[in-house]
């Protein structure tokens, strides 16, 4: 029984947490009507620094619990920061939103290899100890717990709060929310905060508690499968909770099939298979809330609207 929930922390558990914060995060943001694609790259960066913070707080702060706090906190914080500037850029620019999204992709991962490599510089001239999250039970129960949560004050800002109808507001049609004088890019501006606060966390607890280290190319893909949750899941931050249960159990127990003489090419490609199977399945289901639906503004450019 202790190896079964030794085995469930370490992965399953683990797993959910990062997808479901790091889609909810993206539920945030896409619902302002800006199309996230540079996800991907902005989750690798949220790793990388995860790791570089943990190895100066760690070198900075005796106590394990503080550096590793901290360091969760400054990932957060710097990724707000960053997603920030990208949903400025979203709003005022005569460029598409796919162009800048893919842009900060790549800008992404070139930075996750230059943060994660300046920490690896770092640990090899000071030589710390450096602090990660222990895995275990009372841990997985702490972060499960504040995961869910941070679910709930998800669902509350957006639904239940003035912040929450303006950024839906601004999703659904930017041209007339700022004819009746809101300032749309100020909007985004906080969805990008709140949303890139959600994604950081979930790079951060990637890092320093479902692998314990970093490599290169860390991170790669995941931000896509955490995409791919925040679409299955409406981009409505239960349902993207309960979503996630059935991507992250995907990504844990499919490539356990080359076990049974599955090629490993097949079984390694398993979740992503199941997590297109799984969108396309969503995508055609007959949406009759409007709770639900995608934001009418979602992927078009406000400046060129403007000039209409």
């Known amino acids: 029984m202790n190896e079964f929930l030794d085995w469930f922390v ?13 889609g909810v995060g993206n539920a945030i943001i896409e619902r302002s009507g800006v199309l996230n694609l540079g996800i991907d790259g902005l989750f690798m960066l949220s790793a ?9 707080m760690s070198s900075l ?7 590793v706090g901290i360091s969760l906190l400054l990932t957060a914080a710097t990724t707000a ?17 796919g162009a800048i999204g893919l842009s900060f992709m790549f800008v992404g991962y070139g930075l996750a290899a230059i943060v994660g490599n300046i920490g690896r510089l770092i640990f090899s001239l000071q030589r710390v100890r450096i602090e990660y999250i222990s895995i275990t039970h009372v841990s ?6 504040t ?3 941070a679910v709930l004050l998800a669902y509350l800002l957006l639904y239940k709060y003035k912040l929450g109808v303006l950024i839906r507001a601004v999703g659904e049609d930017p041209r007339l929310v700022s004819q009746i004088g ?55 931050p239960p349902l993207v909770a309960l979503v996630s249960i059935f991507f992250s159990a995907a990504y844990v127990l499919l490539p356990h099939l080359q076990s049974l003489g599955m090629p490993i090419e097949v079984s390694t490609a398993a979740p992503y298979i199941t997590s297109i199977v799984l ?16 934001p009418k503004s979602l992927g078009r450019s406000f400046y060129r609207e403007e000039q209409v």
Do not use: C, E
């Open 10 to 22: 370490r992965t399953l558990a683990s797993a959910y947490v990062v997808y479901t914060l790091v």
């Open 61 to 67: 702060i005796q106590t394990g619990f503080l550096a």
């Open 279 to 294: 969108m396309v399945v969503v995508s055609t289901l007959h949406r009759k809330s409007r709770l639900l639906a995608d």
């Open 147 to 149: 995961t869910i949560l």
């Open 140 to 145: 997985a129960v702490f972060i499960y717990l």
């Open 182 to 236: 809101v300032n749309v890019t100020y909007v985004r501006l906080l969805s990008g905060l709140l949303g890139g606060a959600f994604i950081g966390l979930g790079g951060a607890l990637f890092t320093l508690w479902r692998v314990g280290g970093w490599s290169q190319g860390q991170g790669l893909n995941h931000g896509w499968l955490a995409y791919a949750v925040s679409i299955a899941g409406w981009r409505f």
């Open 48 to 56: 990388s620094l995860a790791y570089t913070y943990a190895i100066q």
């Open 81 to 97: 920061l960053l997603y920030s500037l990208f949903m400025v850029l979203n709003t005022v620019l005569p460029i598409s939103q």
